[in-house]
């Protein structure tokens, strides 16, 4: 029986996962976490499953918590350590990092070097720290198992292909809540229009980046360190049904594509279970009602996030944590109802022009300019 621990439980990635685990009832759920809201949510895991480790990043919740649970043998840690201690389980064979935002990367340092298997799903952790991690991994001898929809798909689409050289990765985008409009509608969207996603139920700020499209542009970044290739190599499309959820061709003109609903269990599932694939209930593909699978270029002239992660990614260096680091503030002022929706893009590109590169940064330079960063915006925002 596999024995798990979940960096962000209550988020919705946390959340899916937990349900996965409920309906298979094999594997042992062994440390659950959360930054410090939802602890409702989090009491509910605790009280259901019994974990060794609730973690909780707040110590004032997790105080909270620690009341609350005081009644179980469920033992609650706090801040970094906390979340530390959690990656470094005993008796945990994997690791899932369902976390938002670069929090996640101490955690997923510390499981690696402990022998976990990731089960990635936090992409601050390679977008921001890529040229870290996978050394480290491969060190370690662990296996980093791709969660996010896309790279999932990637993941699926080159088993059996070991050795064989891959030509191109198709990345596919919904287009999100947006696609088709120009900036001077998007000057005027809110969000609750921006977090009207047409195909997938995710949290707040993926459904945000989802909109800018620079979710995708992450996915880019992220897709560089986990298939070992150049940034030339990956191509994003617009898939509007969400059918298509990535796709790879190698270097014969074979073009290799993962199909399904819209459903993060699945990739969830098979990242846990992997290289098994179990039953899944839920909605089908029904092949004799889909009349044509759509595709489009992406609108990089109106949605920016793209061109500008991409342009990070070819800075290098510091500059990806820049652009995330600008991202996520961003993003927050923006749900905050404290700027517009076209600000997002503004924030960004102020951050990048701002910020020099730094080649090649150890995680301490990371953390720093990610500091200097939000700070930066909070002071000029």
């Given at each position: 029986m596999k024995t798990i621990a979940i960096l962000g439980s209550t988020g919705s990635i946390g959340r899916q996962t937990i349900d996965v685990i409920r309906k298979n009832g094999d594997i042992t759920l062994a440390g659950i976490s959360a930054a410090g809201h939802h602890l409702d949510e989090l009491e509910k895991q605790a009280r259901e499953f019994r974990p060794r480790i609730a973690a909780v990043y707040d110590e004032k919740a997790a105080q909270d918590?620690?009341?609350?649970?005081?009644?179980?043998?469920?033992?609650?840690?706090?801040?970094?350590?906390?979340m530390i201690a959690l990656a470094e389980m005993p008796e945990t064979d994997c690791f899932v990092t369902a976390i938002v935002g670069m929090i996640g990367i101490r955690p997923t340092m510390a499981a690696i070097r402990a022998g976990k298997d990731i089960a990635l799903a936090n992409k601050e952790?390679?977008?921001?720290?890529?040229?870290?991690?996978?050394?480290?991994?491969?060190?370690?001898?662990?296996?980093?198992?791709?969660?996010?929809?896309?790279?999932?798909?990637?993941?699926?689409?080159?088993?059996?292909?070991?050795?064989?050289r891959i030509?191109?990765?198709?990345?596919?985008?919904?287009?999100?809540?947006?696609?088709?409009m120009k900036k001077d509608q998007l000057a005027h969207m809110t969000k609750k229009d921006a977090l009207n996603h047409?195909?997938?139920?995710?949290?707040?700020?993926?459904?945000?980046?989802?909109?800018?499209?620079?979710?995708?542009?992450?996915?880019?970044?992220?897709?560089?360190?986990?298939?070992?290739?150049?940034?030339?190599?990956?191509?994003?499309?617009?898939?509007?049904?969400?059918?298509?959820?990535?796709?790879?061709?190698?270097?014969?003109g074979a073009v290799m594509a993962q199909l399904g609903t819209p459903d993060m269990r699945l990739p969830i599932q098979y990242a846990l279970y992997y290289p098994e694939r179990r039953g899944l209930t839920g909605e089908r593909l029904d092949f004799t009602k889909i009349s044509a699978i759509h595709i489009e270029e992406p609108d990089t002239d109106t949605f920016e996030g793209l061109p500008l992660a991409v342009r990070a990614a070819r800075a290098g260096g510091s500059m990806p944590t820049v652009m995330n680091a600008a991202n996520e503030e961003a993003v927050a002022l923006f749900l905050a109802d404290q700027i517009r929706?076209?600000?997002?893009?503004?924030?960004?590109?102020?951050?990048?022009e701002r910020f020099p590169v730094i080649p090649d940064p150890d995680l301490e330079t990371i953390l720093t300019v990610e500091s200097d960063v939000r700070r930066s915006i909070r002071e000029r925002w």
């Open positions: 918590l620690r009341v609350r649970l005081a009644d179980t043998d469920v033992t609650v840690v706090s801040g970094m350590d906390g952790t390679l977008v921001t720290a890529g040229h870290l991690i996978m050394p480290l991994a491969a060190e370690y001898g662990v296996r980093i198992l791709p969660v996010d929809s896309e790279h999932s798909a990637i993941f699926q689409c080159l088993q059996g292909n070991e050795g064989n030509y191109r990765l198709l990345i596919t985008a919904s287009g999100g809540p947006f696609r088709g047409p195909n997938w139920s995710m949290g707040a700020k993926i459904t945000i980046d989802s909109a800018t499209l620079v979710n995708k542009g992450l996915e880019v970044m992220e897709a560089r360190w986990l298939f070992g290739v150049q940034l030339d190599q990956i191509e994003v499309l617009v898939q509007p049904q969400s059918i298509i959820h990535s796709m790879v061709e190698f270097q014969d929706f076209l600000d997002i893009y503004k924030i960004i590109r102020e951050s990048m």
